[in-house]
């Protein structure tokens, strides 16, 4: 028989009173795999890989404090305390392992969370990131923060940096949506977007790769003019125990713009260490 197949979605409110939204959807008695946002993202942003996933996966999103629909305390955040609330959010769901799949910055809380909690990550799937800023990317992201609360102008500044010249030249369509949707969020998303980019910059985990201990897959497009390719072949050179995996004519938003081929390698590697991650 078809396992039952459930959804959930609610808020956690972690230690310091912050609303942590999450859902929880897929097979019942599926090993979990918890999709950690890039920084512009949603859960609703994993779109393309959810019809892929939740059929064979239980599939936990969660939007970390600051953005869109969770609590977006004063700052300053840390990469630690996003790990901490996503410890919070699996123990709240009584999850003890699973897998982490993790895009930009999300990977990067997800590469951080699988050095301080080695027990809990059966896998990680790192994705389009980086282990550090050097000066040019740290330049590209103080760009972001100009536009303050100008979604217009947000989107027009950090679309070239997203997506490759040949996504911006054949889905054109596609591209626009997003800029709708960002123009629709509240003034608060900005806010929270901001106390992130700080955040952000202050990223260095060079320290902690080597204590990766879990089966690891870097993956990035070859045109990411945002965090290029070299980043991600620092990361697997650095990381016990992984692969890589270059996705060519993909920009940093490789999960969008070649969702398939990102979708197959990716449950391919999850294929190869089933077993490991434990279900709700």
Not at 55 to 74: A, I, M, N, T, V
Not at 124 to 144: D, G
Request: overall charge negative; some cysteine; aromatic content about 8%.
């Amino acid at each position: 028989m078809p396992a039952h197949r459930s959804s959930l979605r609610s808020n956690l409110a972690v230690d310091d009173g912050t609303e942590i939204h999450y859902e929880l959807r897929g097979p019942e008695d599926g090993e979990v795999v918890a999709f950690l946002n890039g920084i512009l993202m949603t859960t609703r942003s994993w779109v393309l890989q959810r019809p892929a996933f939740e059929g064979r996966f239980r599939c936990l999103y969660h939007d970390f404090r600051g953005q869109l629909l969770s609590g977006k305390p004063e700052g300053p955040y840390t990469f630690a305390q996003h790990a901490a609330d996503l410890a919070a959010l699996l123990d709240h769901l009584g999850i003890e392992r699973c897998h982490l799949v993790g895009t930009s910055y999300g990977g990067e809380v997800g590469m951080l969370f699988a050095a301080e909690h080695p027990r809990r990550v059966a896998t990680l799937t790192a994705i389009s990131c980086v282990s550090h800023l050097e000066p040019l990317l740290r330049h590209q992201v103080a760009l972001w923060g100009v536009a303050g609360g100008d979604a217009e102008a947000l989107f027009r500044i950090s679309a070239p940096f997203n997506y490759s010249n040949r996504f911006l030249a054949a889905d054109s369509l596609l591209v626009e949506q997003g800029a709708r949707r960002l123009a629709e969020y509240p003034a608060d998303f900005f806010t929270g977007f901001g106390r992130l980019l700080d955040c952000f910059a202050g990223l260095d985990l060079r320290g902690r790769l080597g204590e990766i201990r879990c089966p690891s897959l870097v993956l990035c497009g070859s045109d990411d003019v945002l965090k290029p390719p070299s980043y991600s072949a620092e990361l697997a050179a650095a990381i016990p125990h992984c692969e890589y995996l270059l996705v060519p004519g993909a920009g940093h938003a490789v999960v969008i713009e070649k969702a398939d081929t990102v979708n197959t390698a990716v449950l391919g590697f999850l294929e190869k260490h089933r077993g490991s991650a434990g279900a709700t």
